[in-house]
């Protein structure tokens, strides 16, 4: 067994949650946990002999709550095109061909971007094939997640529609191969794709495993294009949020991402069931989906989280870009510069990301929780002068300020740089691997 390296003390100006913020402030993390948080000399004293790290921003992790690690090679591919036209003749067909192999690989490739971005926790939404390759990736890179293996039972194309026994069974194994796995880092969460292309008997199948194992989350779209919410109506006789909640996807153990298009009915079901939304303000506005009501889910009492979705509908997997892009969007549609302030903003992108993905102890710097910490540098012009953290960090900081990065306890990223994998050679292999490649054909 290897020596206990003693506790690390981070300084800086220490933004512990969206409402405290240490000027000159230290945090103590000892194993994989917050043994101290507050003002520097405070925690100095109580451990004197703590090797020390400085930052201008020491922050909790930032949690996106929807990404697509899979859908890496597809990164520039699928621009300017709508929704349907953006699966059928981009999306899936990747996804279909993709080897075990390359699989892993993709994954690797997002998980690198995430954590050298200031991403420490994940929900991803994975494929039908292959998806141990992908936690086994998370595990090896050291990215905290809630993954699962994709449901399409039907209105599929080759290669990814499945008999409807044999993907719920297969999602079974997954669980139990990998539901607490590398020490609690990793969860799973039951995955149907969306209302489209899953039946019935998906549906229900996905919440009644759900239901068998403590901890395990559900993670599917919803109402997040006018297309989706019609082929809802004129399949089920219902909208969208209505037909989730009929066969049981709605709850405190449910995210439901985008969920653009919804009545007051709709609204009051997501406030009542405790069910959580992530908001994807990039990707919602380049497929030209419309505006999350994020304002209003938020006033219902309704969790809203942030996720970059993938790398086809956002180009990037930067949480901090996101902050920006989800404010801003929200302060043009409501033609109020007071909607949604940085504050709020901050605490979707950790707290309440952490909320939605189930980690009690995740999304915020306080004593006993994970060690899950951003070290930020505003050594640049957009830094000079700093008046806000908030301020900073939501609408001038972006992901390459991210120097340093630790997921429970443990140091990922230093220097900007990942140091749980061979960047160069993941690179190397993808560029190999994608570039130039001609998809379904």
């Not at 953006?86 to 994954?107: H, K, M, N, R």
Request: with cysteine.
């Amino acid at each position: 067994m290897a020596a206990d390296p003693g506790p690390t003390l981070l300084t800086g100006r220490v933004v512990a949650d969206a409402s405290t913020v240490y000027d000159d402030g230290g945090v103590a993390v000892r194993g994989d946990e917050i043994a101290a948080v507050g003002p520097k000399k405070e925690v100095r004293a109580d451990y004197p002999d703590a090797a020390e790290r400085s930052f201008d921003l020491v922050t909790p992790g930032f949690v996106q709550t929807h990404v697509h690690s899979v859908q890496s090679p597809g990164r520039g591919l699928a621009d300017d095109t709508d929704l349907f036209e953006w699966l059928e003749e981009c999306v899936l067909p990747i996804e279909a061909e993709l080897t075990g192999d390359e699989l892993a690989l993709a994954s690797t490739l997002s998980y690198v971007e995430l954590l050298s971005h200031g991403t420490t926790c994940c929900l991803d939404h994975l494929t039908v094939d292959h998806s141990a390759r992908a936690f086994e990736a998370a595990g090896d890179v050291g990215i905290r997640g809630v993954l699962g293996k994709v449901l399409m039972d039907r209105n599929a194309p080759d290669g990814l529609c499945e008999d409807t026994d044999a993907g719920l069974a297969e999602t079974r194994e997954l669980i139990e191969e990998y539901h607490g796995a590398f020490d609690d880092r990793i969860r799973y969460a039951v995955t149907p794709r969306f209302t489209p292309t899953c039946s019935e008997a998906c549906l229900r199948g996905a919440r009644e495993i759900a239901d068998e194992y403590d901890g395990v989350r559900i993670h599917t779209h919803a109402s997040e294009h006018e297309s989706v919410v019609d082929d809802v109506l004129d399949d089920r006789g219902m909208r969208d949020i209505h037909w989730l909640d009929e066969v049981g996807l709605t709850g405190e153990d449910v995210v439901l991402a985008h969920v653009i298009l919804t009545d007051e009915a709709e609204r009051e079901i997501l406030a009542e069931t405790g069910t959580h939304v992530t908001y994807c303000p990039s990707s919602n506005m380049k497929i030209g989906a419309g505006v999350a009501p994020v304002p209003d889910y938020l006033e219902r009492g309704i969790n809203v989280a942030l996720g970059n979705d993938g790398a086809p509908v956002n180009n990037t997997l930067d949480p901090v870009a996101e902050m920006r892009q989800a404010t801003l969007l929200q302060k043009v549609d409501h033609r109020d510069p007071r909607t949604l302030p940085a504050e709020r903003v901050f605490e979707m992108a950790t707290r309440n990301g952490a909320k939605a993905a189930g980690f009690e102890r995740v999304g915020a710097l306080r004593e006993g929780w994970k060690a899950d910490i951003v070290g930020i540098e505003a050594a640049t012009s957009r830094g000079v002068p700093f008046h806000d953290p908030y301020s900073y960090l939501v609408y001038a900081a972006n992901g390459s300020d991210v120097a340093f990065t630790m997921v429970d306890g443990d140091v990922v990223v230093e220097d900007g740089e990942v140091v749980t994998v061979d960047t160069e050679d993941v690179f190397r292999r993808a560029r190999e691997a994608f570039d130039g490649r001609s998809w379904g054909e």
